[in-house]
Nanobody
Framework: EVQLMESGGGSVQAGGSLRLSCTAS????????MGWFRQAPGPEAACEMI?????????YSADSVKGRFTISQDNAKNTVYLQMNNLKLNDTAVYYC???????????????????????WGQGTQVTVSS
């Protein structure tokens, strides 16, 4: 059974930092693409793919987080991390660890993507940034 367990979310003031962790089991972590997606509050918000790391170690960061968020992984621990620095109010969202997706969110909500079997998903962790 595939499991992705996120931790590290919480509340922080703008300008602060958090580190999210996602520990994976039930699949070949070393051979998998891993990523962090987020769902901001509000009915019109779309799921955003913010940072990914491929099995070859190459990374991607969305423009909204580039230079502030860093993705990394520890294959020995089957864990992927997201270091988030200089957090802003609009970083407030539920953050999801995702494995082995195929494609891009294309405006769907994270819940819609999960229902469509768009990869494997963790349960999500809330990050709240306040002023």
């Amino acid at each position: 059974e595939v499991q992705l367990m996120e931790s590290g979310g919480g509340s922080v003031q703008a300008g602060g930092s958090l580190r999210l962790s996602c520990t994976a089991s039930g699949f070949a972590f070393d051979d998998s693409d891993m990523g962090w997606f987020r769902q901001a509050p509000g009915p019109e918000a779309a799921c955003e793919m913010i940072s990914t790391i491929s099995s070859d170690g190459s990374t991607y960061s969305a423009d909204s987080v580039k230079g502030r968020f860093t993705i990394s992984q520890d294959n020995a621990k089957n864990t992927v991390y997201l270091q988030m620095n200089n957090l802003k109010l609009n970083d407030t969202a539920v953050y999801y660890c995702v494995a082995d997706w195929d494609g891009e969110p294309l405006g769907a909500s994270c819940l819609e993507l999960q229902k469509a079997d768009f990869g494997y998903w963790g349960q999500g962790t809330q990050v709240t940034v306040s002023s």
